[in-house]
Structures are given as structure tokens and as C-alpha cells.
């Protein structure tokens, strides 16, 4: 079985890295090509990777993949506009997105599992039951914010469903001890009091959630992880060892972390294309 699951691992891990490898080039301008790459071709891919593993049938899981991309896709392109939306409008997108990255998850498992992240909280549903766990990532993030002094902003929390800290602002408007006017850290966003490019940093925690399919997660690569965290521990590092690699492939390149890695380019792909479309 240890054998059967180290094979997985390393058949997604080349399979990941052929497709970053292919379009992560460094002149290339992010468009709707890599939008379907990212959100529909690597779930359905790996969807059928983890079917001919576990034994179902292949055809169900990349298809499956496939259509929780395209529920990722449709809540990613509705989240770059929530600060201009109503709450109601900021949850509908993130159920969408939730309910299609669990999809995704389960393409090819025999059993069906429903994620979804509130702050440092992961709440999983299976077998009519709820199971509570902190994130690891996530729950550090949210302790440094604190360590760090900026402020929960309750408002925002509650219509985003994301936690949503506050922090004061430099003269030339950047937020305190960053040159961002916002960021964003594993699903955990910082603004300033007036909430501006909180769409923007929406979408990075979407990403967040999406990356937990990925193979690289520390419960992958080091054997029993998952035992020797406990159960009330959730492994959410997908997303950090997809940025890290990221912002590694540009400090090699010599390439800006804020701007021209990939999910910088989904994220303004997105908010240049969807939020002035449904401001019209």
C-alpha cells in the first residue's frame, strides 16, 4: 500500500511539474488557455492518475475533475468583484468554488469528502458528519497577523467568509511594514479601513483552497506525517510548497513575486477580464 501510494505521489508530482514547466515560461501572457490548464486539465489529469491507483473506473474521475474545475473557475471569475457585491453574492462564489474543489479532491477516491475553509478552521463533511480541524498554514497566519499587530475586521469576515484583518497605511498608501496596498497569506487577507483590492486577494485564497489537491503536501512527502499531527490537525501546505516553488522559479529568473509569477497572473488575468465585465 506505502509502495502503491509513493507511486501516485511521484506519477502527479511529474505530471504537475511538466505542465508548470510548459507554460511557465517567462514571457508568457497569461490567457484563457491557462486558465483551462490550471482550473480543468490538472484536476481531470490527476483525477484519472488516482483512479487507475485506487482501482475506479478512470473515465467518472477525470470527468468528475474536470466538471469540479469548472465550478472553481466559474466561483474564481465571481470572487474578483465581491467588494463591490453584497455578502450574499462574496458566499454564493465560495460555496461554488468549495463545492468544486471537493469535487476535484475526491475525482478517483472511492469516497466522497466536502471541504470548506473558514479561516484557520477546516470543516469536513462525510457520512452525514461534521469534522472540525485547524489548519496548520493557515492557523500560523493567523497568529503572526495578530504577533504582528494588525486588526481583525469583523465586517469583512463575516461577507467574505475569509478572515479579514486590517492594518494602517504608510503615506504613500501601502499597508505597514509591506510595500502592498493589500495581501494575502495562505486564505487569510489584509487591507486597509477601507477594504480596497480585496477581490484581488480573494482570489489568492481561492488558490489556496484549490492547491489542496496537490500531491505536494508534507503528509506526502514525509512518511506519517498525518499520524504524528493528530487529528485535530488539517495539512493545508499544498498551497506553500506551490508558492514557494513559485517565488523560487522567480528569484532564479529574476522575475517580480508580486507580478509575473502564476497565480499573480491568474489573479490579474481575472480581475482585469471579470470585474469590469460585471461592473458594466
Known amino acids: 500500500m506505502a509502495a502503491k501510494k509513493s507511486t501516485m505521489f511521484f506519477s502527479c508530482l511529474i505530471i504537475i511539474a511538466f505542465l508548470f514547466l510548459r507554460f511557465a515560461k517567462c514571457t508568457y501572457a497569461y490567457s484563457e488557455k491557462n486558465f483551462y490548464i490550471t482550473n ?47 455578502s450574499g453574492y462574496a458566499w454564493r462564489n465560495k460555496i461554488i468554488f468549495n463545492i468544486g474543489s471537493s469535487l476535484a479532491e475526491c475525482a478517483g477516491s472511492k469516497d466522497t469528502v466536502f471541504r470548506m475553509d473558514m479561516g484557520p478552521v477546516w470543516l469536513t463533511f462525510k457520512d452525514n458528519k461534521v469534522k472540525y480541524q485547524l489548519g496548520l498554514n493557515s492557523t500560523v497566519v493567523v497568529l503572526s497577523h495578530f504577533i504582528e499587530g494588525s486588526k481583525i475586521d469583523f465586517k469583512r469576515s463575516f461577507k467574505y467568509g475569509t478572515f479579514a484583518f486590517e492594518k494602517k497605511c504608510n503615506k504613500d498608501g501601502t499597508l505597514l511594514g509591506s510595500s502592498a496596498l493589500a495581501y494575502s497569506n495562505a486564505n487569510i487577507i489584509t487591507t486597509n479601513s477601507d477594504g480596497e483590492h480585496a477581490g484581488h486577494e480573494l482570489t489568492h485564497t481561492f488558490q489556496y483552497r484549490r492547491d489542496m489537491m496537490s500531491p505536494l503536501k508534507l503528509s506526502n512527502v514525509i512518511p506519517r506525517f498525518r499520524e ?39 489573479a490579474y488575468w481575472l480581475e482585469g477580464k471579470y470585474k469590469t465585465n460585471y461592473n458594466n
Open 228 to 266: 504524528r499531527i493528530g487529528d485535530l490537525w488539517f495539512d493545508d501546505t499544498g498551497w506553500t510548497a506551490n508558492w514557494g516553488l513559485q517565488c523560487a522559479w522567480a528569484d532564479i529568473r529574476h522575475k517580480d513575486k508580486s507580478f509575473e509569477i502564476p497565480l499573480e497572473k491568474e
Open 40 to 86: 480543468m486539465t490538472i484536476p481531470a489529469v490527476l483525477g484519472a492518475i488516482k483512479a487507475y491507483y485506487e482501482g475506479t473506473p478512470i473515465p467518472r474521475a477525470f470527468f468528475q475533475g474536470a466538471f469540479g474545475g469548472f465550478m472553481m473557475q466559474e466561483g474564481l471569475k465571481g470572487i474578483a468583484n465581491a467588494e463591490n457585491k453584497s
